[in-house]
């Protein structure tokens, strides 16, 4: 190589952190060895960490050009470079300076930016996403994952540029994303016919690829086949009617997709079609419950983790250890304060808590902690995913959850729990880790208890010197099937209802208690999930006649008048001064935790009837629960009230008020 003095005298100077001195040294180098790769390389990687993007971008593009080094491993550490940039600028820079580098980022780097972008520069991230969409509508492999995330965002803020979007997708013929706007919108199906239109011209497309090979007839991503496939799966499992027929379908196709090594479903997806085609009663449960565990298991094998369910066989098994260092140290890693036969506190030292979006999993990297749960319900692949590891040298509370976005999951698995802990341990002392994505009531609750510091995760591991978990088991085994994971013992309940009843049960009770006790009706509202279709009929018809002024209509218009910060405590409030609650299987039954003794609770029964979650709450809050079987819905279906069931539905109310006083 000639003059390769320039070439040694950038080294020296990279080295030296001199970056400038090192650029003009390997420019020189470059003008007698235009062919060198390793040199232009260098010379992209100094413009690039002199913040000089442009010229980082060009070097880059031109060895690409001129055939200078091996172009895959060029064109990635293109990319790298590229996206390092966007992620560490995008809050400094406009909107515009960085959009022809998006233009040049390939579909998984786009990805990666989505993933990693703190929530404060989303706008600039969804810009970005319409920029490269507008640019080439046609590259949906470039561009389908960052598509879905804009549409979920549009969707879950309710933002009307959704409609924009929609439009262009409709003009350019995107029939995926046209699909996925009416499935995040919950019109599942409409979706279907827009996802299984796109597979025919997936497979038309793929097969007569070669036919023409001078048209540009650009074959489609595997990962873009997987996932429509996926959702249309989804969208039959939530437009079904609960028919077996319907069953046999989804599971034909589910067993199809994983022939094809369809990574977007897997055992625990088509669990979700199981549980809602099936009616769980005491003669099943057990079966159910098998099942589960079972796939858990065969998960858990996968990644070489064990499951513990029963902590006091773990923690002898422990202290029976043959080495005397082993002994000593694994009897120390595990405290047990019982409870009673259904709750315990169970303290772990360095431990280990994987978080995924909105789940959690408490694990020492050999041992999944589930207790008496019995299983943990979630793909445990995708939670133990290597990411940031951040140590905490301080006492912890946690659990296993999968959901950390409704109101049922938030209440029932996490804030229960926290009312146990706070009975029997100082909270002072204890941090708490919750997702980022909590909403604002589940931020009220936490907010209710004394923690010496609340954590919001984005998508971190945690690595901890102690963590508190609360276990707690299902106080009957007539309802420990395979929804069972949720459900909190008698003990829980009973301390969640003394905490907030005590804060804020008797608040505005005015002298004449009966003017206090309400009929409270539950309204799903335009929500296509177990709504109820004709509603205003069954409200005008039956209950307002029937309870005039002590009606009150539970929904977000109703909690929207609450006071900044309160809608929780406006629901405590409320529920706790019913004398009767009626409504559909949903998250607002939730609720009914706060009633009084023995205060009757109709809910509009599902078939089949799979989860019986608010059965077992009022059981356990001794309240009077009825199962109304007039009507009914499919899990992921609305119930529909017609004419015929007003007469009827007025007598089964009469009846009701009489026997309960009402």
């Known amino acids: 190589m000639r003059n390769y003095v320039f070439f040694s005298e950038g080294e020296k100077a990279f080295k030296n952190n001199d970056i400038n001195k090192a650029l003009k040294c390997f420019k020189k180098f470059s003008k007698f060895n235009p062919k060198q790769w390793e040199c232009y390389n260098n010379i992209a990687i100094c413009y690039c960490i002199l913040k000089d993007i442009a010229n980082g971008v060009k070097t880059y593009n031109h060895m690409l050009e001129n055939g200078i080094g091996d172009p895959q491993v060029i064109n990635n550490n293109k990319q790298l470079q590229i996206t390092k940039y966007i992620h560490e600028n995008i809050s400094n820079e406009s909107f515009s300076s960085m959009t022809y580098l998006m233009e040049q980022l390939e579909g998984k780097y786009i990805n990666f930016l989505i993933e990693n972008t703190k929530p404060n520069n989303i706008a600039v991230i969804l810009n970005m996403i319409k920029h490269i969409y507008y640019t080439d509508p046609s590259d949906i492999n470039k561009h389908y994952i960052a598509i879905r995330f804009i549409i979920e965002t549009y969707c879950s803020q309710k933002n009307l540029e959704l409609l924009i979007m929609k439009n262009a997708f409709i003009k350019n013929n995107n029939l995926y994303y046209i699909g996925l706007c009416e499935y995040f ?9 827009y996802f299984e239109k796109f597979k025919d011209v997936i497979e038309n497309k793929n097969e007569n690829k070669n036919e023409n090979k001078n048209k540009k007839n650009k074959n489609y991503d595997k990962g873009v086949v997987n996932i429509n496939s996926f959702f249309i799966l989804s969208s039959m499992l939530r437009s079904a009617d609960g028919n077996k027929e319907t069953y046999n ?37 057990k079966e159910s419950l098998d099942y589960i565990c079972d796939l858990n298991k065969k998960t858990n094998d996968r990644i070489n983790m064990n499951l513990v369910r029963d902590f006091e066989k773990f923690k002898k098994e422990a202290e029976k250890a043959e080495e005397k260092a082993e002994k000593a140290e694994k009897a120390k890693a595990i405290e047990i304060i019982p409870i009673d036969k259904k709750s315990q506190i169970v303290t772990f030292k360095n431990c280990n808590v994987f978080t995924h979006k909105n789940g959690i999993m408490i694990t020492d ?11 943990f319900p979630y793909t445990t692949e995708y939670v133990i995913l290597k990411k940031k590891v951040v140590t905490i040298k301080d006492t912890v509370f946690s659990l296993n959850i999968c959901n950390q976005t409704n109101y049922f ?15 029997y341990k100082s909270l002072k002392d204890i941090k708490i880790m ?33 963590i508190v978990y609360v276990d707690i088991g299902v106080e009957d085994d007539e309802y420990n099937d395979c929804w069972g994971c949720y459900l909190p013992s008698k003990k829980a309940i009973d301390v969640t209802f003394e905490k907030f009843i005590n804060m804020y049960g008797d608040e505005n009770q005015d002298e004449n208690q009966d003017e206090n006790e309400k009929v409270v009706y539950i309204s799903r509202g335009n929500t296509p999930v177990r709504n109820v279709i004709n509603e205003d009929l069954l409200i005008n018809k039956v209950l307002k006649p029937l309870y005039g ?39 607002g039954l939730t609720n009914i935790l706060f009633c009084k003794k023995d205060t ?25 629960h009825i199962s109304l079987k007039l009507f009914t819905a499919f899990y992921h279906t609305g119930y529909t009230f017609e004419n015929k069931h ?13 026997e309960y006083n009402i």
Not at 185 to 193: D, P, T, V
Not at 409 to 423: F, Q, S
Not at 439 to 458: A, Q, T
Request: net charge negative; glycine share 4%.
């Open 185 to 193: 919108q919950g019109y599942f199906k409409k979706a279907l016919e």
């Open 249 to 285: 379908k989804i599971k034909t196709m589910y067993e199809d997709e994983i022939k094809n090594n369809n990574t977007c479903v897997d055992d625990w997806w088509f669990f979700s079609a199981y549980n809602v085609y099936e009616e769980f009663n005491k003669e099943n449960a």
């Open 365 to 375: 990297n050999k041992n999944l902690f589930v207790g008496k749960n019995h299983f």
């Open 409 to 423: 999951h938030i209440l029932i698995e996490l804030v229960t729990r926290i009312c146990l802990l706070e009975k």
């Open 434 to 466: 919750v997702s980022n994505n909590l909403p604002s009531y589940g931020r009220e609750m936490l907010n209710c208890f004394d923690f010496k510091e609340i954590i919001y995760y984005d998508d971190e591991t945690f690595h901890c010197d102690e």
């Open 549 to 587: 002024d002590d009606l009150i209509i539970f929904d977000n218009d109703y909690l929207s008048k609450s006071k900044p910060n309160e809608k929780f405590k406006t629901q405590v409030s409320l529920f706790n001064k019913a004398k009767l609650v009626i409504g559909p299987h949903g998250a």
């Open 600 to 624: 009757p609770v109709i809910e509009f029964s599902m078939k089949p009837n799979c989860n019986r979650c608010f059965e077992y709450i009022a059981k356990y809050r001794g309240l009077n």
């Open 646 to 658: 007003v007469d009827e539905m007025r007598e089964i109310m009469e009846n009701i008020n009489c």
